[in-house]
């Protein structure tokens, strides 16, 4: 039942302590501030993280080519690896636990021509398994098979930005363009996950471009998939890889520089205990700020409790109850919590709502906070709020009347 009474002596006490409720409510209200910007901001560092990750498959390893760095058998270091088809080809058949594979081989300034409209795109040739490494997503049309490789087919995968800007609004499936003065057939059209930059790109069968523009059976790269995410099985495929090129190209295994091996599994595993890691600190900060205004709480209701030392004593003389004593002095603990924790909820979803309206990049997206850990964690400094003014409460019920109207 609402005691309007109680409710008048709670208020009018506060309003003879402004500044004392108000530093009180302040410590409180700052304290799930923090937690709740702290919390967003983390989670918005690891959106930006993982938004890194989008554009290429988790479970691949890119392996680039590099320079011996040390003697091998009679050979100097200094010496460039150049990758063939038949590494890509002998890691596709020696590997267990491929998803699938790739290459890559660039044709180098590229002039792409369609009609009167000419533009410079980047020009990959690839093979099949190209679209699971990349996350590419087909809208029209098909990507690159098999067939298109074996037969050396003359025909080109485009970007959903390099159909816009060579054909408009026309349908480009099927039409003609020529690459560098060679003509190539649009079989697909494509988006990617990783953004505007990637549909500016053109796919061609690695077979056709290296015949075309006489890249004889050099590559630039290979990618591998895994059939999963699992880190010790990507990293025994690195390993593999490693020994398999250190084979062929004569260098030492141990060499970390003739061949680099980016193990994306690994990469992303490192970002999640790193996430982990932050977000554990983010909870620690923030419990110890809400402490401190828990803390503050209790301090205040001893303080008041003492001030009132008499008042009450005054009022269990005239048959107070103990209950009615302590439900005063927790009423207004809650109080205070409850209306100081809410305003530092409000404040801190709305500077994070502004964050994300104006600091949103590549590296930081979407700092937001789950409304249901901060109601969580709102209620959480409620309760401890109600155990901090327990104890000057329950210290007030046993007051002895006598005692109290002697309290100077």
Request: proline share 3%; charged share 25%.
């Amino acid at each position: 039942m609402f005691d309007l009474d109680k409710w008048q002596e709670i208020l009018d006490t506060i309003r003879k302590n402004r500044l004392r409720t108000f530093l009180t409510g302040f410590s409180v209200a700052w304290g799930i501030f923090m937690l709740v910007l702290l919390l967003g901001s983390g989670h918005g560092l690891a959106n930006g993280i993982e938004y890194q990750f989008r554009d290429d498959a988790i479970n691949s390893l890119w392996i680039y080519p590099g320079e011996t760095s040390m003697p091998y058998q009679g050979l100097k270091p200094g010496r460039s690896i150049q990758f063939t088809n038949e590494d890509h080809d002998g890691l596709e058949t020696a590997l267990d636990g491929t998803r699938s594979t790739t290459a890559r081989f660039y044709v180098r300034s590229p002039v792409v021509r369609y009609r009167e409209e000419s533009e410079t795109f980047d020009v990959r040739a690839v093979h099949p398994g190209h679209a699971d490494v990349e996350h590419t997503r087909m809208v029209r049309g098909r990507f690159l098979n098999p067939l298109d490789l074996a037969e050396h087919r003359k025909v080109a995968v485009i970007g959903e930005l390099v159909r816009s800007a060579l054909f408009e609004d026309a349908p480009a499936i099927g039409e003609e363009l020529e690459i560098n003065g060679i003509s190539f057939k649009v079989v697909g059209v494509f988006e990617d996950e990783g953004g505007d930059n990637e549909m500016l790109k053109i796919y061609l069968p690695i077979t056709t471009a290296q015949r075309a523009f006489g890249g004889d059976n050099r590559i630039a790269q290979i990618m591998v998939t895994t059939v999963d995410a699992d880190l010790e099985r990507s990293t025994a495929m690195a390993d593999a890889v490693r020994r398999r090129l250190a084979q062929r190209h004569d260098f030492a295994v141990e060499d970390q520089r003739a061949v680099f091996v980016r193990n994306n599994v690994e990469n992303f595993r490192q970002f999640v205990a790193v996430m982990d890691g932050i977000r554990a600190f983010v909870w620690v900060i923030g419990i110890g700020t809400i402490l401190a205004g828990v803390v503050g709480v209790g301090n205040i209701m001893m303080i008041t409790v003492r001030e009132r030392t008499k008042e009450i004593g005054v009022r269990k003389a005239v048959g107070a109850t103990p209950w009615s004593i302590v439900s005063l002095i927790l009423h207004e603990s809650i109080f205070i919590t409850s209306v100081a924790g809410y305003a530092g909820l409000v404040l801190g979803v709305w500077l994070l709502e502004l964050m994300a309206g104006n600091l949103d990049t590549d590296f930081f997206r979407n700092p937001s906070v789950d409304l249901t850990v901060a109601l969580q964690a709102v209620a959480l400094l409620v309760g401890a709020g109600t155990l901090a003014g327990l104890v000057p409460a329950i210290r007030a019920a046993r007051i002895q009347p006598v005692v109290a109207l002697r309290d100077e």
